[in-house]
């Protein structure tokens, strides 16, 4: 019996990893990788490797036992089929017998087209059979902060966010929040609404970048047709452009405020400041 992420050479599976492996013994944690020598690193840590990619069925075959709580990382392959990715893995989850598959999904409040492929697979992991756990996970922190060189430069963030606000938080945060539901019990078939302890403006972002780098930095609100074109000229494949771009509208309406205190809760600790993702942004 494991404990097995996928995606755990991605930003959030790195996390997740690591954090297991401090709190459950290392043979107990396996790690799912297109490339084991990417994850040389989570090896030498003593976590298993398994090697699988959403796109090869046959990859998964045997590779969970029954018994195992399984942490299923959305992939980042939007012109794939995600959901038919991830259908493949909840597929080979119900057939070996698993305990638990966790699943980051999207909050509910979100409808932004981003959302779509994540409803859907919630859709397929809920009618499996297979307990779950929905990790509908808001947005990181690090959207933004690791994206602050032309924001430095131009002296602006520029979103089409209007005055909408968001609850974002660490993905460490997020990796915390996975940890605790596949340690813990009685998370089965449960849902959690996941966000930063406090929701913040663009405005407000830009005075906190302001004040951590003493330039001044402006919030420049544009049109969302306008924020498209910015992405796509940016160098953005067009149809990716239009998804930001729709989380922008999305944010402006309010979508991504989520104010449950599910990530705190289970956490066990409030959530990272977006001041704090600045701070350490700006170290490098
Ligand atoms: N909440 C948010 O703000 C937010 C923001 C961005 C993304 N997301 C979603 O959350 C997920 C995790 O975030 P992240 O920051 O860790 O993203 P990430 O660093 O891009 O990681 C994505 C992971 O998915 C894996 N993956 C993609 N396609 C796969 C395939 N065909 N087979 C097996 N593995 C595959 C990647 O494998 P490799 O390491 O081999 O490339 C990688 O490990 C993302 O994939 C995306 O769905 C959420």
Redo the contacts with the bound molecule.
């Keep these: 019996m494991s404990i097995v992420v ?9 996390l997740v990893v690591r954090q297991l492996l401090e709190k459950v013994p290392a043979d107990q944690v396996t790690a ?4 084991r020598d ?1 994850a040389a690193d989570l090896a030498a840590l003593g976590a298993r490797l398994a090697v ?4 090869a069925p046959e990859t998964f075959d045997g590779l969970f036992a029954a018994g195992d709580r399984v942490l299923l ?5 939007f012109d ?1 089929g ?1 959901v038919q ?1 991830h259908t493949v893995v909840i597929e080979a989850a119900g057939k070996a017998g698993v305990a638990l598959l966790a699943y ?1 999904s ?1 909050p509910e409040s979100l409808k932004a087209a981003l959302a779509d492929d994540h409803r859907a697979t919630e859709e397929v992991l809920v009618g499996s059979g297979v307990p779950y756990a929905l990790l509908r ?4 922190h ?2 933004y902060t690791e994206q602050l060189a032309p924001v430095l430069e131009h002296g602006a963030v520029v979103q089409a966010a209007g005055e909408g606000r968001v609850s ?1 938080a660490s ?1 460490a945060d ?1 990796a915390a929040a996975a940890v605790a539901v596949l340690t813990g019990e009685g998370h089965e078939n449960k849902a959690y609404e996941l966000g930063g302890d406090e929701a913040w403006s663009f405005a407000e972002y830009a005075a906190e970048l302001s004040r951590q780098t003493g330039k001044e930095i402006v919030y420049k609100p544009v049109s969302t047709e306008a924020y498209t074109g910015i992405l796509a000229g940016a160098g953005l494949p067009a149809p990716l452009a239009e998804i930001l771009a729709g989380v922008d509208a999305s944010i402006a309406k309010g979508e991504l405020v989520v104010s449950t205190g599910d990530l705190s809760r289970l956490a066990g600790r409030p959530t990272t400041p977006l001041a704090e993702a600045v701070a350490a942004a700006l170290k490098g």
């Design positions: 996928t995606g755990a050479t991605g930003h959030l599976g790195r799912v990788v297109r490339d990417r699988a990619d959403y796109n990382i959305s992939g980042n392959e794939k995600r990715q980051t999207a996970n808001g947005w990181y690090e959207n974002s993905r997020y």
